[in-house]
Structure formats: C-alpha cells, structure tokens
C-alpha cells in the first residue's frame, strides 16, 4: 500500500474520544466565560441603576430645601430666624443649632392638592409612605446652623440595602430616631449617596 493511499485512509478516520472531550472542555470553558460577563454585566447595570436613582433623589430633596428656604425671609417681623417658622424643613433650628439626621417630614395641616413629599422613596424613585412596603430608597437630612440668622448647612443623605446585605430591625421605616447616627458608619449592608449645599436667608 503506498503512503498515499495510508494517507488517505487515516484523513478518513473520525475523531477520537479523547479530541472529542477536549473539544467539549473548550467550549465549556468558553460558555462558563461567557455566563460569567453576563452575570457581572447584569450586576453592574443594577448597581448603575440604583446610584442613579438615589443621586436623583437625593437633587430632588436638595431642591425642596432650597424651595423651603425662599420662605426664610427678611425683613421680617421678628429676629430673621423667627420666619423659620412659616418653612417645612428647616422649623428645628429654631430650638437648635442642628436638626441632627432626621426624615424630612411634611407639616400637618397643607391644603388639598400639595405635592406628597416623603422621606421614602419607591425602586423608580417615587415618594411612597414611611413604613411602605415598596420602600426602597430612604432620605436622611441634617441642618445646621452656621451663622444664626444668615446661612444654613443643608446636608442630603439617600441609603438603600446591599444586595445580599442584612436588614437589621433598626433600619426598618427608614431607620429610628436613636440610630440614624449610627447608620451612616454602616458600609456593609448600606449604599449612601450624599450631598450637601448652603442656604441663605431670602432677603426681601
């Protein structure tokens, strides 16, 4: 038999057991790959969406504040810190130096038909009631004074859970009184966005 023909008899052989498996373990190992990126692509595109979310809220609540802050006005009939008074927000200092983090809270008592604002937010971002059970997004905001009658320390934090992270019973309804303080040194089961600004009295 020459060697061509032994040539052409051994092109005809299928492929072996073993070139088989390893043609299997290769493509395995490329699909593995390729489930993996997926699985962090999905990951990061929903940490993306959630920082997003949260820095939006917490510009919104940077807005209600300085909204709130055109109602601090001089002249006025008393000392310029008295017309704290007619704000939403910023009523506190007028027993205080700081409000400390607290859930910013509407007044009671608003005509019909004013905007719902509220402390907790939805996974879209909309205000939902304290204690909701789409919460998903919580707001914190700290004022402080820095000169009695003339500017204001605004500072926003917006927080929501780590995925995968612990839901201690304290964070519920958006965190208690007695713990918010606390709260802000947790980086293990909580995302926080901050932003802060300073706010003037609205002079007349």
Not at 6 to 35: C, D, F
Not at 67 to 96: C, E, H, K, V
Not at 116 to 124: G, P, R, Y
Not at 170 to 195: K, P, Q, S
Request: charged residues 20%; positive net charge; contains cysteine.
């Amino acid at each position: 038999m020459s060697a061509k023909t032994q040539r052409r008899r051994a092109a005809q052989r299928g492929y072996t057991l073993i070139e088989v498996m390893a043609a299997m373990a290769v493509l395995g190992t490329g699909i593995l790959g390729i489930l993996a990126m997926q699985g962090a692509t999905v990951n990061a595109n929903r940490r993306a969406q959630e920082l997003t979310t949260a820095t939006t809220i917490a510009r919104r609540w940077q807005e209600r504040l300085h909204r709130d802050a055109l109602q601090w006005n001089y002249p006025t009939y008393g000392s310029p810190l008295s017309n704290i008074g007619n704000t939403w927000y910023f009523r506190p200092l007028l027993a205080a130096t700081t409000t400390g983090w607290v859930l910013p809270t509407q007044p009671t008592g608003l005509a019909a038909g004013t905007p719902f604002e509220s402390a907790a937010s939805n996974w879209w971002g909309q205000d939902v009631p304290i204690g909701d059970a789409n919460t998903s997004f919580c707001t914190h905001v700290r004022l402080t004074r820095l000169i009695a009658d003339e500017l204001v320390r605004a500072e926003v934090r917006v927080w929501w859970f780590r995925t995968g992270g612990v839901r201690p019973t304290a964070y519920a309804n958006c965190g208690r009184d007695t713990d918010r303080d606390m709260m802000g040194n947790d980086t293990t089961n909580v995302h926080w966005v901050y932003m802060a600004q300073t706010l003037d009295r609205h002079e007349l």
